[in-house]
């Protein structure tokens, strides 16, 4: 039967590159898939294009094409990513460029484009001054003409994470793009790829609880994916990290709200059926899931720029320690009055932060505490104010403060609203080496 053997190579924009490096190196790809754009990172990454602060695509770019390219165009393996963030095509001729520098001539490089739709959002948004991004999600078909057209490269913006996968499991085997029950088996692959090191036990790890060996040199996954859907997860050998029927049921649940209807831009994917066997060790065969007909609308993310977030925080250490971190706390509060209640948060670092003061009430007096005062939905100058109050408590505060930190950045919220595809025209463009 024949089989496609994909690699996933980033699972977030700031990922580690060594293991994708070993996979290009070792792992015998037909495609290795960086998967880089978070909701909030486009709209970062359209903001910082338009100030002007960046070209907007991912940072990252040039390291990792450095690193993987060379062993990439050697072996035959065609890289995916969704670098281009904000601008694909900026991203496209940055590869090229790269490319012949490392004297990798007639390498071709796609840019996939027209997942930027904010003139269309913003008819429907109604606070055009707000919306600074606004991206569908696109399919796997917006892949497609660039996987003919035999690109060794292929960078997008906003294209859905499972798609990246789905989309060369399509173009290899042929499937039809209306056969759900394939689609809904590919698109099961590429979710439980696409978050690279999770899958591998990232994210999982739990001392005593769920150990993980070599968390510190883990490896990302592969696939080997047959024709018929079904595919066999693993990781190269000698890498760190676990691949187990634990870590796989882990990740087949992340960010997914119905099993039964996990929407995507290619299908309506099912897993309440599927099923993971272990044929060997960190070898977990996968089966069992299935589709029905995609959406008829695409989901947009989208970004509003919600003015600044203001941090500041200082320590308090050795007897007495939350005793005087409590009263700068209520130093501040009553400082910053102003600050509606619903934007500011006052809490203690390893005491209450994560969880409120209901739940840390129980827990043992602390030696040393961090108090953290945030803010957001803030002009910046009140930006300014809250940092000078927190820093003030070095000399108009409890005794022993110290360590002081602050920062100010942009607030940008997200949302999602829903297009119809047929406001959304894909575009391939390429550069050559």
């Known amino acids: 039967m024949k089989s496609l053997r994909i690699g996933a190579g980033a699972g977030f924009a700031g990922d580690r590159i060594d293991p994708a490096l070993d996979l290009a190196r070792d792992g ?37 094409m450095e690193a993987v390219l060379p062993l990439c165009r050697r072996n035959g393996t065609r890289i995916v990513s969704n670098m281009g963030a904000a601008n694909p095509r900026a991203a496209a ?99 439980l790829l696409e978050c690279a090191g999770q899958l591998t036990g990232g994210y999982f790890a739990d001392p005593d609880y769920k150990d993980v060996p070599g968390l510190d040199r883990l490896g990302f996954p592969l696939a080997e994916v047959e024709e018929n859907g079904e595919a066999v997860l693993t990781k190269l050998e000698g890498r760190g990290g676990a691949l187990t029927i634990r870590t796989c049921k882990e990740q087949i649940l992340y960010e997914v709200q119905d099993p039964s209807r996990y929407l995507t831009p290619d299908v309506t994917a099912d897993f309440t059926g599927v099923r993971f066997e272990e044929i060997a060790p960190h070898r977990i065969r996968l089966s069992g899931a299935r589709g029905a007909a995609r959406p008829e609308e695409l989901k947009v993310s989208t970004g509003f720029y919600e003015g600044f977030i203001a941090e500041g925080q200082i320590s308090y250490a050795g007897p007495g320690a939350l005793s005087r971190a409590r009263l700068a706390r209520d130093v501040l509060a009553n400082r910053l009055g102003w600050i509606p209640a619903e934007d500011l948060q006052l809490s203690f670092i390893g005491v209450n932060a994560m969880h409120g003061e209901t739940l840390s009430a129980p827990g043992p007096e602390p030696y040393e505490v961090r108090l953290r005062a945030a803010a957001r939905r803030l002009s910046q100058p009140q930006a300014r104010e809250l940092t000078r109050e927190v820093e003030s408590l070095y000399v108009n505060g409890p005794a022993g403060g110290g360590g002081v930190s602050t920062s100010v950045r942009e607030n940008i919220a997200m949302d999602a609203m829903f297009l119809p595809r047929s406001s959304v025209k894909p575009a391939t463009t390429y550069e050559v080496a």
């Not at 495609?31 to 880089?36: D, H, N």
């Not at 709209?43 to 002007?52: C, N, P, V």
């Not at 071709?108 to 997942?115: F, N, S």
């Open 28 to 64: 015998h790809l037909d495609y290795l898939v960086f998967e880089c754009l978070a909701e909030r990172t486009i709209a970062l990454a359209q903001l910082s294009k338009r100030q002007r602060r960046s070209p907007g695509f991912d940072p990252l770019l040039r390291e990792r």
């Open 93 to 191: 001729k940055e590869t090229a460029r790269i490319a012949r520098a490392l004297g990798l001539h007639g390498l071709r490089v796609a840019a996939i484009r027209g997942d930027d739709v904010l003139r269309q959002a913003r008819k429907l948004a109604g606070s055009e001054e707000r919306l600074v991004s606004a991206n569908a999600y696109l399919g796997a078909d917006a892949l497609l003409d660039a996987l003919r057209s035999g690109a060794d490269v292929i960078l997008t913006g906003r294209v859905a994470d499972p798609s990246l996968f789905l989309a060369p499991m399509i173009f290899a085997f042929g499937w039809a793009l209306d056969d759900w029950n394939l689609l809904g088996r590919g698109t099961a692959v590429g979710h």
